[in-house]
């Protein structure tokens, strides 16, 4: 079946400017995660959804990223007024929810975010 | 909280050579541990992970890695590295005991050369 997809998969926006990034987890993913990675860091965890519950919003840089989820689908995450700090590789993650314990996250192939 | 330090950026090796990644992590609680590979322009791919039980885990294309408490490392290595091994591996850490978020380390790039 397919994978997690991401678009678009390179984004170049003025510093101002809103961006939206999408993700398409795969199908009967519950949990779904946003992730930056900035270049030369590692992963940064922004937001994880999980099925109905609160999203946790704990990685949240500021106040300028959001991040939605319809049901079980498609994500979007939203930065306002995009500096250039923001520029990144933004990924996604979805994994099924199966009891406690491990459950494997499948990544995206990114979205690379450029901020001049 | 919970940390991962990699901290080898680079590691240059020839083709055929064997090769470690190093991997420590700081908690205060029990963790799982992972190693992804990231490919030149395609998502993480899961290498391999510790879960609980053997110490000594093994992957897919040939890695391994072992499991040290006493340490606190999880070393990633392969005896032999092929040229197609070039990528960025990056170690990660998650609380056993619920929460879903990985912590990642700041990724090695493993450079194979001929």
């Known amino acids: 079946g397919a994978g997690v997809s991401q678009s678009p998969s390179n984004k170049v926006t003025e510093k101002g400017k809103d961006v939206e990034l999408r993700c398409d987890p795969i199908s009967g993913h519950t949990a779904l995660y946003w992730y930056r990675q900035r270049l030369g860091q590692g992963l940064e965890f922004l937001i994880y959804f999980q099925g109905n519950s609160a999203p946790d919003k704990s990685g949240l840089p500021s106040d300028r990223f959001s991040a939605e989820r319809t049901g079980e689908s498609v994500s979007t995450l939203t930065i306002q007024r995009t500096q250039q700090e923001d520029s990144a590789v933004y990924l996604c993650?979805?994994?099924?929810?199966?009891?406690?314990?491990?459950?494997?996250?499948?990544f995206g192939p990114g979205t690379r975010l450029t901020v001049l | 909280a919970q940390s991962v330090t990699q901290l080898d950026s680079q590691v240059p090796v020839f083709e055929e050579a064997p090769v470690e990644l190093r991997c420590n992590y700081s908690s205060s609680v029990s963790v799982y541990l992972f190693w992804y590979v990231q490919y030149p322009n395609q998502g993480l791919q899961l290498l391999l992970k510790y879960l609980s039980g053997s110490t000594l885990v093994k992957g897919i294309n040939g890695f391994e890695a072992e499991f040290n408490k006493s340490q606190t490392s999880f070393h990633l290595r392969k005896p032999s590295v092929h040229i197609s091994d070039t990528a960025e591996y990056f170690c990660?850490?998650?609380?056993?005991?619920?929460?879903?978020?990985?912590?990642f380390g700041t990724g090695t790039q493993l450079k194979v050369e001929l």
């Open positions: 990660a850490v998650k609380l056993t005991g619920g929460g879903n978020k990985l912590t």
């Open positions: 993650a979805s994994s099924l929810v199966v009891g406690g314990g491990y459950n494997e996250q499948f």
